[in-house]
């Protein structure tokens, strides 16, 4: 149980272009979704939480115009980077948590979408 | 001063070595805190656990919690060439809040 996809697992663009990441819950309902990205050697940043059906509550230095988020519902919320340049470059992963389960404070995340702009 | 802090590491050990991975805290109000393997190229799996101060285990692995000391540990026994990876500990204040992680540290256990 407790599965958590993100599509594409990797992703190539062009500068200047928008990309769209997606991150289902498979076996649950999500009620609660975070956004993280990951650099090389690096840690967990949190980006964003999503609660389905409301705005995202982005982190401080996080532009919201720059990652859009959506969590239209219990299993699927994206991320979009628009306009993207080639610091936007990293691993983005995504994690999800129901608290209607046994241990829902916990998260479970996704298998992470690695994008390189060019 | 980082909120959660985690040695980087590289740390290699042999094969059925005991392996001690170790974070210290800042914020007295975590509660909640969990240790997750992240594989190379690979989003983070959650191992363990814990609510609070004490000892949690499951299989190979055991984890302590001691909120006086702002510590916490993974142990892993009898360690694998396949527990190879990334170890970060996570930890929050509020049920389902926001996780902090620490930097993760880089274990390779050799055969």
């Known amino acids: 149980g407790a599965v958590v996809s993100q599509h594409p697992s990797r992703v190539i663009c062009k500068s200047g272009t928008s990309v769209k990441i997606e991150c289902r819950s498979l076996?649950?309902?999500?009620?609660?979704m975070f956004w993280y990205r990951q650099f090389p050697k690096q840690s967990l940043m949190l980006m964003a939480t999503s609660n389905e059906g409301s705005k995202a509550t982005y982190e401080q230095g996080v532009e919201k115009d720059k990652f859009l988020i959506n969590h239209a519902s219990l299993t699927l919320s994206t991320l979009t980077v628009t306009s993207a340049h080639p610091e936007d470059s990293s691993f983005y992963i995504c994690?999800?948590?129901?608290?209607?389960?046994?241990?829902?404070?916990?998260?479970?995340f996704g298998p992470g979408t690695r994008l390189t702009v060019l | 001063q980082k909120e959660v802090e985690q040695d980087p590491g590289p740390l290699s050990v042999p094969e059925g070595a005991i392996v001690s991975l170790n974070c210290t805290y800042s914020?007295?109000?975590?509660?909640?805190f969990m240790w997750y393997r992240q594989y190379s190229r690979k989003g983070p799996e959650l191992l363990m656990y814990?609510?609070?101060?004490g000892n949690k285990e499951d299989g190979r692995f055991t984890a302590q919690v001691d909120k006086s000391s702002k510590y916490i540990s993974l142990f892993i026994r009898d360690s694998q060439p396949s527990d190879s990876a990334t170890y970060l500990c996570a930890m929050s204040d509020l049920q389902g809040g926001k996780l902090i992680f620490g930097q993760g540290t880089e274990l390779s256990v050799k055969p």
């Open positions: 814990t609510y609070s101060s």
């Open positions: 914020n007295s109000a975590f509660q909640y």
């Open positions: 994690s999800a948590r129901d608290a209607s389960l046994a241990g829902g404070e916990t998260q479970y």
């Open positions: 076996d649950f309902q999500a009620t609660t």
